[in-house]
């Protein structure tokens, strides 16, 4: 049944005082987690990574407000899912990107046995330590399920004491909130944009519902969405390339300053062995973007188009256009994916600042599928999203770090971290809040 056909706030009242799994099926993860796990399957196999959790919003005490027997029942559950037959067949014969058979028989078949490894989970100072180690080609599925089960348990208990009558309100408001986003971003005629709100959306059946709010709202300037289950489910493009974690635990693993320098474009040489075409997208600010491109290859500029995920939209945008000019392409020719905390304001000043100048897409994400700020009957906090990551920590035991453009996303050890910019400065950051 579709989440628009479905009573969330029935279902949320009958089903939240007991397990009522979150994560469904190992599907319900994001897709560029499956292209990176086939790369590094094929090229990692062998590399040991722990991905942790962080809570930058550190003024919620997460152990506070989720309980931490929930929280082992609901990884648990995870941990005894596999691929089914039908989710087979259709990762198997499903055209992505216009590629048929973009996934190997031989990984497929590695695929089907797939499940979760262990985890570790403790509490300190009101926040949860968790970790997940092993090899990366496991560890890594386990970021986008553990932090949509967080999330999840922390709306759930938000909206605990809540009445029938009151849960209707509260997604009543919700609906209208979006929809009224809807209508704003109707009136960006060229408009192409996709879900990305897997990671910290307020729950399942929630994301779902604005998927298909925005099928219908927004037509074809629905370019697909990032869940792989709710792509198979709703019939739309799954999208998604690659994430900081490919440069993250390529930099870990050097063991010098020059291959460390070079490790951004050891791994884009690695991705664009395996796929080509509009998965060629680069995501440039794991060490900052502007030393990205200082020492980038030419070759970089061949590709389709970055994604600036960490610097205001619009500075990161004209530096990456500066950029391609510099090397002699043409910016209406390539393609800008913008993800970073987007809302109807930031999509539209964007939209409306490079309108023309250069291909656009934007994948929405927090503000999509958990707004819920203001629309709780008596308010409820607890129902604002908070910036909650889970990134690789370490690779074969050496630590892992992510600078950012925005200093305030920074993630690792603090003697590491300077270390990473002494090698790579600090041209272009400034820091700035993390809301989400």
């Known amino acids: ?201 307020h729950s399942f059946l929630w994301q779902r519902w604005c998927v298909e709010a925005l099928k219908e709202g927004l037509g074809e300037a629905l370019t697909g969405t990032s869940n792989v289950l709710l792509a198979m489910d709703t019939d739309l493009e799954a999208q998604g390339t690659n994430a900081h974690e490919l440069p993250m635990v390529a930099a870990a693993l050097a063991r010098d300053e020059v291959t460390l320098k070079r490790a951004p474009y050891k791994v884009l040489e690695d991705w664009q062995s395996y796929y080509g075409g509009n998965l060629l997208i680069v995501l440039p600010d794991a060490f900052g973007t502007a030393a990205f491109l200082r020492d980038a290859p030419d070759w970089v500029a061949d590709w389709t188009g970055f994604r600036p995920d960490s610097a205001p939209a619009i500075e990161g945008g004209e530096a990456i256009i500066r950029w391609w000019q510099e090397r002699g392409r043409d910016p209406r020719e390539k393609l800008l994916i913008f993800s970073d905390g987007l809302d109807t304001e930031t999509i539209e000043a964007a939209y409306r600042h490079f309108d023309g100048r250069v291909r656009m897409a934007f994948g929405w994400g927090t503000n999509l599928t958990n707004d819920f700020a203001g629309v709780a009957p008596h308010g409820t906090p607890q129902l604002e999203p908070i910036s909650l990551v889970i990134k690789v920590s370490s690779a074969n035991g050496r630590p892992a770090i992510k600078l950012s453009d925005n200093p305030a996303k920074a993630v690792g050890d603090p003697q590491e971290i300077a270390r990473y910019i002494r090698v790579f400065g600090t041209e272009g950051m400034a820091e700035l809040p993390v809301a989400v």
């Open 1 to 201: 049944m579709s989440a628009s056909k479905t009573d969330i706030a029935r279902r949320v009242f009958n089903h939240t005082f007991k397990l009522d799994p979150i994560i469904r099926s190992l599907l319900d993860t994001d897709f560029y987690k499956l292209l990176m796990l086939q790369m590094i399957w094929g090229l990692y196999r062998d590399v040991d990574a722990t991905f942790s959790l962080t809570n930058r919003t550190t003024s919620v005490k997460l152990a506070e407000e989720i309980d931490s027997g929930a929280l082992r029942e609901q990884l648990d559950h995870a941990r005894t899912l596999r691929f089914t037959k039908k989710e087979m067949i259709w990762l198997a014969g499903n055209t992505f990107y216009g590629t048929k058979q973009i996934f190997s028989p031989e990984f497929l078949a590695w695929l089907e046995d797939f499940k979760l490894p262990d985890y570790e989970l403790s509490t300190r100072d009101g926040q949860f330590e968790l970790h997940f180690h092993g090899k990366w080609v496991e560890t890594t599925m386990w970021e986008i399920p553990a932090l949509a089960i967080i999330n999840e348990l922390r709306s759930r208990a938000a909206m605990r004491g809540m009445g029938r009558f009151e849960l209707d309100v509260l997604y009543a408001r919700a609906k209208a909130k979006l929809w009224d986003k809807v209508e704003r971003l109707q009136q960006l005629p060229d408009l192409k944009i996709s879900d990305f709100g897997t990671r910290r959306r």
